[in-house]
Nanobody
Framework: QVRFVESGGGLVQPGGSLRLSCAAS????????MSWYRQVPGKERELVAG????????TYADSVKGRFTISRDNSRNVVTLQMISLKPEDTAVYYC????????????WGQGTQVTVSS
């Protein structure tokens, strides 16, 4: 059974930092790219960052380039998203999924983790 468990969200002031983690299971983590997405009410879920499975090539949405860093630990089946210089427009529920730039398990989203950037 495919499962994603996101954690690390919270309330942070503008300019602050957060580190999100996603524990994945139920598939061959080491053989698949991973990605982070975010969603705000009334909008489509959007890709934030992706990382390939082998070479570690990364891609980012233009809105987060230079502020967010995606990484993965294949020994623990964990993908992380380090976020700095957070802005109010980063407020969203953040999710992870398998796949480099599109979700492979689109029917198996986790509960997500809420990130709120506000003073």
């Amino acid at each position: 059974q495919v499962r994603f468990v996101e954690s690390g969200g919270g309330l942070v002031q503008p300019g602050g930092s957060l580190r999100l983690s996603c524990a994945a299971s139920g598939f061959s983590f080491q053989s698949i790219g991973m990605s982070w997405y975010r969603q705000v009410p009334g909008k489509e879920r959007e890709l934030v960052a992706g990382i390939s499975y082998r070479t570690g090539v990364m891609t980012y949405a233009d809105s987060v380039k230079g502020r967010f860093t995606i990484s993965r630990d294949n020994s623990r089946n964990v993908v992380t998203l380090q976020m700095i210089s957070l802005k109010p427009e980063d407020t969203a529920v953040y999710y992870c999924n398998a796949g480099y730039v599109s979700p492979i398990y689109s029917a198996d989203w986790g509960q997500g983790t809420q990130v709120t950037v506000s003073s």
